[in-house]
């Protein structure tokens, strides 16, 4: 299994009934904040139109799935370990700024 959060989206999609692109980049958009950290953006569609109601109902599949991963972690232990260091560099980077604002 690659590691590709986008292999790991489309892989996903192929489970179910075909999907939009939005509905797609709302479960893109939510496994790449959790896997590799990258912000979620603060608005892709106008809120009330079904493209944003698409793209949140696949934003919502991703909470899903994000869950599937952590309880079925042997499934998914690329983008596992990928979030977990992830956690620890922000973890670190957060202890040294700290570490700096006490010393000033």
Aim: net charge neutral; no cysteine; hydrophobic share 35%.
């Amino acid at each position: 299994m690659g590691d590709d959060v986008e292999a790991l989206v489309d892989r996903e999609l192929r489970k179910g009934a075909a999907r939009s692109q939005e509905y797609r980049l709302g479960l893109l958009d939510l496994l790449r904040y959790r896997v590799e950290g990258i912000p979620l953006p603060t608005k892709r569609f106008e809120l009330g139109t079904a493209q944003a109601d698409a793209y949140w109902a696949g934003s919502e599949h991703g909470v899903y799935l994000w869950r599937e991963m952590k309880e079925n972690p042997e499934n998914y232990l690329p983008y596992l370990e990928r979030a977990a260091a992830l956690a620890k560099s922000t973890r670190q980077a957060a202890i040294a700024s700290d570490k700096k604002d006490y010393q000033k």
